[in-house]
């Protein structure tokens, strides 16, 4: 049956986030997707003068594909799709969950040979610095359990919190928070568990304002490689390759994560274990959507939920770019809103953000009241 509101949704992405122009070509990506979602998108695509491209995949089939995959038949898969990214001028990526833990016997060894064979190159190293690009998930019952709603409740929070937000007006208000990031020197977080330090000089900053995540909300930049010191607690839960994390508490010297443990402490180091450059961190960045206010599990909504802020291992960003390579980039985040135990973030000597609010003048229009349709 038709939903409006995969047309309105489908508009965002195409006209706004993308910006599709007549001529470019688009490839959407998806996972265990319903058709009369992309077939929204590809009329969407078709109405912006835009040429569609297709590629339909599926998680079990993933999970297979992975469990038994070598060095050399990744690489067959990373040149093919390699050079279809290359054609592309945009990329649109829809997920579906019909388990959200499809990859959780996979093991590490696997997901990381993924990550370095294939993820790498088509993705971090061709998709995201030379196409116009955004990534979404779309609404299951498997995602309203994850949020504890029935799937009415969760697709109505899902379309508010995607397709109905004023990302202009978002947009606008960020503009003085980024110029005070990208003239920013020295961040100390305070938090439960949580004293951090670290430089950000020099690196930049990059609002995200639904050109690439749907939704969206954060601002971010990067920590100078070798200056975090410290430690930090993350609060919420957090899945990589299929088994979800949980009180998550890293000390770094230098730059380094020397110590990192959780509910598996073993699996969370084989993930830090990658490669080297999976040990230190790759973004900084602080969520401000209005209307994602408390964890689902699910790193797409996570990350900008007001009042947090992610912190994330891996893989360096080309335009806020400290150097650092890997085949991970794991945005665990932590709120520090009152109910999670409240937190403050410093910028040289001033306090940018209490207890989940902004107070610093060049941040205050990023707080709910004036985010808020």
Same mark, same amino acid.
């Given at each position: 049956?038709?939903?409006?509101?995969?047309?309105?949704?489908?508009?965002?992405?195409?006209?706004?986030?993308?910006?599709?122009?007549?001529?470019?070509?688009?490839?959407?990506?998806?996972?265990?997707?319903?058709?009369?979602?992309?077939?929204?998108?590809?009329?969407?695509?078709?109405?912006?003068?835009?040429?569609?491209?297709?590629?339909?995949?599926?998680?079990?089939?993933?999970?297979?594909?992975?469990?038994?995959?070598?060095?050399?038949?990744?690489?067959?898969?990373?040149?093919?799709?390699?050079?279809?990214?290359?054609?592309?001028?945009?990329?649109?990526?829809?997920?579906?969950?019909?388990?959200?833990?499809?990859?959780?016997?996979?093991?590490?060894?696997?997901?990381?040979?993924?990550?370095?064979?294939?993820?790498?190159?088509?993705?971090?190293?061709?998709?995201?610095?030379?196409?116009?690009?955004?990534?979404?998930?779309?609404?299951?019952?498997?995602?309203?359990?994850?949020?504890?709603?029935?799937?009415?409740?969760?697709?109505?929070?899902?379309?508010?919190?995607?397709?109905?937000?004023?990302?202009?007006?978002?947009?606008?208000?960020?503009?003085?928070?980024?110029?005070?990031?990208?003239?920013?020197?020295?961040?100390?977080?305070?938090?439960?568990?949580?004293?951090?330090?670290?430089?950000?000089?020099?690196?930049?900053?990059?609002?995200?304002?639904?050109?690439?995540?749907?939704?969206?909300?954060?601002?971010?930049?990067?920590?100078?490689?070798?200056?975090?010191?410290?430690?930090?607690?993350?609060?919420?839960?957090?899945?990589?390759?299929?088994?979800?994390?949980?009180?998550?508490?890293?000390?770094?010297?230098?730059?380094?994560?020397?110590?990192?443990?959780?509910?598996?402490?073993?699996?969370? %180091?084989?993930?830090? !274990? &990658? $490669?080297? =450059?999976? +040990?230190?961190?790759?973004?900084?960045? /602080?969520? @401000?959507?209005?209307?994602?206010?408390?964890?689902?599990?699910?790193?797409?909504?996570?990350?900008?939920?007001?009042?947090?802020?992610?912190?994330?291992?891996? %893989?360096?960003?080309? !335009? &806020? $770019?400290? =150097?650092? +390579?890997?085949?991970?980039?794991?945005? /665990?985040? @932590?709120?520090?809103?009152?109910?999670?135990?409240?937190?403050?973030?410093?910028?040289?000597?001033?306090?940018?953000?209490?207890?989940?609010?902004?107070?610093?003048?060049?941040?205050?229009?990023?707080?709910?009241?004036?985010?808020?349709?």
């Amino acid at each position: 049956m038709h939903d409006p509101r995969h047309d309105e949704l489908a508009r965002l992405l195409v006209n706004y986030s993308t910006s599709i122009e007549a001529g470019e070509k688009v490839l959407i990506e998806n996972y265990d997707c319903p058709v009369e979602f992309i077939e929204a998108l590809v009329n969407a695509v078709y109405n912006a003068g835009g040429y569609p491209v297709v590629e339909s995949k599926y998680a079990r089939v993933m999970r297979a594909l992975i469990r038994g995959a070598s060095k050399e038949s990744l690489a067959i898969i990373a040149d093919t799709e390699l050079y279809r990214m290359k054609q592309m001028d945009a990329f649109i990526g829809v997920r579906g969950y019909y388990n959200a833990k499809e990859m959780s016997d996979v093991p590490s060894e696997q997901n990381a040979i993924m990550g370095t064979e294939w993820f790498q190159p088509v993705h971090m190293n061709e998709r995201v610095p030379n196409t116009k690009w955004v990534v979404l998930r779309y609404p299951t019952p498997q995602m309203a359990q994850m949020s504890n709603m029935s799937t009415e409740a969760f697709e109505k929070y899902y379309f508010d919190v995607t397709a109905g937000v004023d990302y202009k007006k978002m947009s606008d208000n960020m503009d003085p928070a980024a110029e005070f990031l990208r003239n920013a020197d020295q961040v100390h977080i305070k938090g439960p568990g949580t004293d951090l330090t670290f430089s950000i000089k020099g690196i930049g900053a990059v609002k995200c304002d639904g050109l690439r995540n749907i939704p969206d909300g954060e601002i971010y930049s990067c920590p100078i490689r070798d200056s975090v010191n410290g430690t930090l607690r993350y609060n919420t839960p957090s899945s990589y390759h299929g088994f979800t994390f949980t009180n998550v508490e890293l000390r770094f010297e230098n730059g380094k994560i020397v110590e990192a443990s959780a509910n598996d402490s073993k699996r969370i %180091n084989e993930v830090f !274990d &990658t $490669d080297e =450059g999976a +040990r230190y961190i790759g973004e900084f960045a /602080l969520g @401000c959507n209005p209307k994602v206010t408390r964890p689902m599990d699910e790193i797409l909504f996570d990350e900008k939920i007001m009042g947090s802020f992610h912190f994330t291992p891996g %893989n360096a960003y080309d !335009d &806020t $770019d400290n =150097g650092n +390579r890997s085949a991970v980039h794991w945005d /665990l985040v @932590c709120i520090q809103t009152p109910e999670y135990g409240g937190g403050e973030i410093w910028m040289d000597g001033e306090l940018i953000r209490k207890d989940g609010l902004f107070v610093h003048d060049a941040f205050k229009g990023l707080n709910p009241d004036n985010l808020v349709k």
